[in-house]
C-alpha cells in the first residue's frame, strides 16, 4: 500500500488509486474484529488465521502506510474515477 500511495502521489494516476484501495481491502482481512487494536500476520489456505505472536515489524509496516496513505495531499472534490477515494 505505502508504495501504491508513493507512485499515487507522483503520477495521479488512476491505476494507482485503484491499487491502494486494493491493498488497503487486502490489509483488512488481517484485522482482528474480535480483538480491536489487533491484527494476524499469517493467513492459512483455508482463510483461518494462524494463532502466534504478530512480529513488531508488522506493526511498523501497517503504520507507516497508513501514515503515507494519511499524508497524501488531496485536492477538494477531485476523485479517483470509478471510486471514493479523493485525488
Known amino acids: 500500500m505505502k508504495a501504491a500511495v508513493s507512485?499515487?502521489?507522483?503520477?495521479?494516476?488512476d491505476n494507482e488509486g485503484r491499487e491502494i484501495i486494493d491493498a488497503y481491502r487486502g490489509?483488512?482481512?488481517y484485522f482482528l474484529a474480535d480483538r480491536?487494536?489487533?491484527?494476524?500476520?499469517?493467513m492459512l489456505k483455508d482463510g483461518?488465521?494462524?494463532e502466534e505472536l504478530?512480529?513488531?515489524?508488522?506493526?511498523y509496516h501497517i503504520s507507516c502506510a497508513i501514515n503515507e496513505?494519511?499524508?497524501l495531499k488531496v485536492a477538494e472534490g477531485?476523485?479517483?474515477?470509478?471510486t471514493d477515494l479523493p485525488r
Open 48 to 50: 483461518a488465521f494462524l
Open 54 to 59: 504478530v512480529p513488531a515489524s508488522s506493526f
Open 78 to 82: 477531485s476523485v479517483v474515477p470509478g
Open 27 to 29: 490489509l483488512e482481512k
Open 69 to 71: 496513505l494519511l499524508n
Open 36 to 42: 480491536p487494536a489487533l491484527w494476524a500476520d499469517k
Open 7 to 13: 507512485r499515487y502521489a507522483r503520477t495521479g494516476a
